[in-house]
């Protein structure tokens, strides 16, 4: 299935099924599936909670800077990147560059059952993870709105009804510039 020469880029709040939703993608396309979580903790050798606990956010957020940096841009892909990865003006024009970005976008409490089941979370380990999760709604929902060419509510819905969906969407959109 050939969907131009853009890379699909997922962008989202932690739950929303990026990682699933990419590997299904991958399948689906034939692209090559690059996640940037999953490339910054392989290179620095310990998983992202780690990261953050010893080095910090703001470490972490220069890690995903260099990493959409050192994507390679000459055949398509499927890029999966981190939650906050919109924090940073300079990594919104880079997923621009990159590909079609597509904004998986839940409803709070979607996001909060499938949150439920993930321990990994480090900016979800405060007193009250829930409101926690609801303030980094608000504060990242207006840059993902900013950062994406579509969005796809995930609520109720499958990876792999995602990944048709998306599929189907950017089919209709008029890719390249």
Known sequence: MK???RSIVLIGMMGTGKSLVGKVLEE???FPRFD???MISL???MPIDEIFAKRGEEYFRNQETETLLSLPRKEPAIIVTGGGI???AENMDLLKQIGTVVWLD???ATLRARIRRL???PLLQTENPRASLSELQQTREPLYRK???LRVDVSQKNPEEIAELIMKNIRNFPIGE
């Open 106 to 108: 839940a409803d709070g």
């Open 28 to 30: 689906k396309t034939g």
């Open 86 to 88: 919109v924090l940073r």
């Open 36 to 38: 940037t979580d999953e």
């Open 119 to 121: 321990r990994d979370r």
């Open 147 to 149: 950062a994406s060419d």
């Open 3 to 5: 969907l131009g020469d």
């Open 43 to 45: 290179r620095l050798g």
